[in-house]
């Protein structure tokens, strides 16, 4: 017999959590992916930016080329460990705050903070002040992804978790081509007097103005709420999630199934991570990071650098972002329909091995490649990186205990950041020192490591509970 909203268990972890994952996918369901996804948007914003924000400077006179920059370094290097540093410090330092004070206020609070401290950023003319301000506004970012990650495993019935997870995706990407077609049409002009590249800055600005009408519309998630305690509260804010999906669902719910407990202890700390089953785990992840960072961001934030110095005009290169920008936010949805029918782990490798493969590809292109054939290469790039990103995503958030999940998917993803940190410097010497061509050979080395990292590590965990996974 079918159970209503009104004829559910006593308030308990297992409960919450089984109530949570026999949820059917209505329009309520996916309006709450979507508002969730509004967040990391500005994430991956912050992020697209960062290349064409370079190149817009070192125009502009304020960043410089070669050794002149800061602290005798290239300036595009010192900006883009800037960035990571603050994403770094985000996660490292901030993450375990969303534990703490819950999903829904850390959301709010890491937006408000990226919003407001890029718009400063944006009002800035000496190199050093643009990498501070870059620095403050990516520590909101790194405590932003975190937050949503873990927000939306949570909310997400395990049946669609995987498609959540790319719906989501795609529409955090549609950033990407925002980007690439704002620095298009500003960059190059001054619009009312103000350059281009401070426009760019000023966009996140909006984020800020919509961001409480967002929150009024969140729930906090349940799972968090009943593991720390909160019983009645995640009995009562799972009831009205109930009452909205039943209403549109039209018929009574499905069963509430039997989830097992999670094996996490009440007050569970950082030294949960490094017991069985969570060390492994927490050891993949972070060999994971370390040389998936480099790929993924080796690509992403140095296309147009590698390109121009491949002798492909400032403007041609701009072209090409602009197209390659659209295949983020296009990919997801495709991989949507396999999201939840394949396991995770084997669409981490899938795309880590297709970026490697097109991303070698690319190192034979020229400012004489056919503009297709180049665009094709780079599209099968960038769709390997995109099916990664929206697995391992998914993944990571899915391998530890709802007590811990901030905080050690912070701990994890940090090393993400402090990879980039140096690899951004590494990058720029093989560069220097070997041309595109050596450095393409980095970025595809660290996507195969990435590959048989999670192929022979990695757990599985598709189609099964957040509480079963934990507790496996």
């Not at 984020?207 to 909160?230: F, K």
């Not at 995640?234 to 109930?242: F, G, N, S």
């Amino acid at each position: 017999m079918n159970a209503a909203p009104a004829a559910v268990s006593p308030p308990a972890d297992a409960s919450i959590a089984a109530r949570l994952d026999r949820l059917p996918a209505t329009r309520y369901v996916w309006w709450l992916v979507v508002l969730l996804s509004f967040g990391a948007f500005f994430e991956i914003y912050d992020l697209a930016l960062s290349a064409p924000l370079s190149l817009a400077l070192l125009a502009a006179g304020i960043f410089h080329r070669g050794s002149a920059g800061l602290f005798g370094l290239t300036d595009q290097a010192t900006f883009l460990a800037a960035t990571f540093a603050g994403l770094y410090v985000g996660v490292i330092g901030f993450s375990a705050v969303a534990d703490r004070f819950g999903r829904r206020p850390i959301f709010t609070f890491a937006l408000v903070w990226y919003a407001v401290a890029t718009v400063v950023m944006g009002l800035q003319t000496t190199a050093i002040a643009v990498d501070l301000w870059r620095f403050v506004a990516s520590v909101g970012v790194g405590l932003e992804l975190v937050a949503i990650d873990c927000y939306l495993a949570e909310l997400a019935p395990k049946t669609i978790r995987g498609r959540a997870f790319a719906v989501s995706a795609s529409i955090q990407f549609l950033s990407a081509p925002v980007v690439a077609l704002l620095a298009w049409l500003l960059v190059p002009h001054a619009l009312f007097g103000v350059a281009g590249w401070r426009w760019l800055a000023f966009v996140p600005g909006v984020g800020a103005l919509m961001v409480w009408w967002v929150r009024r519309a969140l729930p906090e998630s349940p799972r968090w709420l009943a593991a720390h305690g909160r019983g009645a509260e995640a009995d009562r804010v799972l009831r009205e999630i109930e009452a909205r999906v039943a209403r549109e669902f039209g018929r009574p719910l499905p069963d509430v199934g039997v989830a097992p407990p999670s094996p996490a202890p009440e007050h569970a700390g950082f030294g949960l991570m490094w017991r069985p089953p969570y060390r492994r785990r927490t050891v993949v992840l972070i060999i994971f990071h370390i040389f998936q960072t480099v790929g993924f961001f080796g690509f992403s934030n140095w296309l147009p650098t590698l390109l121009v110095s491949q002798g492909v005009t400032l403007t041609r290169t701009l072209a090409y972002g602009l197209v390659l920008a659209l295949v983020p936010p296009t990919a997801p949805l495709a991989f949507a329909l396999i999201a939840d029918r394949m396991e995770r782990k084997w669409l981490i490798v899938a795309g880590a091995l297709t970026a490697a493969a097109f991303g070698l590809l690319l190192a034979t292109m020229t400012q004489h490649s056919n503009f297709v054939v180049y665009t094709l290469i780079g599209a099968a790039a960038a769709v390997g990186n995109s099916l990664m990103s929206l697995a391992y995503h998914t993944y990571q958030s899915e391998l530890f205990p709802t007590p811990i999940r901030a905080r050690a998917v912070g701990f994890v993803y940090s090393f993400s950041r402090l990879s980039a940190i140096f690899s951004s410097f590494l990058i720029a010497a093989i560069l220097d020192r070997t041309g595109s061509g050596g450095v393409f050979a980095l970025i595809a080395g660290s996507m195969v490591v990435v590959a048989l990292t999670i192929g022979l590590f990695g757990p599985r965990t598709s189609g099964c509970s957040l509480e079963e996974i934990s507790g496996r």
